[in-house]
């Protein structure tokens, strides 16, 4: 079995058992809306980028933060529909099937406003949902090969694909 084809079904395999938490699916927070107004040129953002693998577990993404980074990820856009293809996310799509699914993996004491756990970006409507409500980033660094860095990082962002909606066109 491929070193690709592992990692995907541990990643699925991860995600599958934390789904199983059905108190915390009733769980939702409403994100604040984005912050558009600061922020680089996106050229200097791209040059600036680097890799960490070392965290500091007193600088917690703020919710404000987060809100932002999954808008720029997959959120809804607030205004600007593509005259074209008639596209409402942020990321371009072919076929418009939007085959991503973005969750946010929290640890214990990651932020004081998201609890541990967790979670899956529901981009029509900007929240998240939370699927468990214990700290998963062990299974998490597991599930990625056992990469142990992934366990100390306060907040994991794991994007999936679905491979259903990929399929259909």
């Known amino acids: 079995m491929s070193f690709l084809c592992k990692t ?3 990643t699925i395999l991860f995600l ?4 199983n938490n059905t108190q915390a699916q009733m769980t939702e927070l409403k994100l604040p809306k984005p912050i558009l107004s ?5 050229r200097q953002d791209i040059q600036e980028r680097y890799s960490n693998r070392s965290f500091d577990d007193k600088k ?3 919710l404000e933060q987060l809100s ?15 005259a074209i293809t008639s596209a409402t996310y942020t990321i371009p799509s072919a ?9 946010v993996v929290v640890g214990k004491g990651a932020s004081e406003e998201i609890k541990e756990g967790v979670y899956h970006y529901i981009k ?3 929240k998240l949902r939370m699927l468990s409500s214990t700290d998963k980033r062990g299974e998490l660094a597991s599930a990625c090969l056992r990469q142990r860095f992934i366990e100390d ?4 962002i794991v994007i999936t694909a679905s491979p259903n909606r990929m399929i259909q066109r």
């Open 8 to 10: 995907v079904i541990s």
């Open 68 to 82: 932002t980074i999954l808008w720029a990820t997959y959120g809804k856009k607030i205004k600007n529909v593509d």
């Open 16 to 19: 599958t058992l934390t789904i």
């Open 38 to 42: 600061e922020g680089k040129q996106l």
């Open 60 to 62: 917690a993404l703020s």
């Open 124 to 126: 029509e409507d900007h």
């Open 153 to 156: 990082a306060p907040m994991s």
């Open 95 to 103: 076929g418009g099937i939007y085959a991503l699914e973005i969750f």
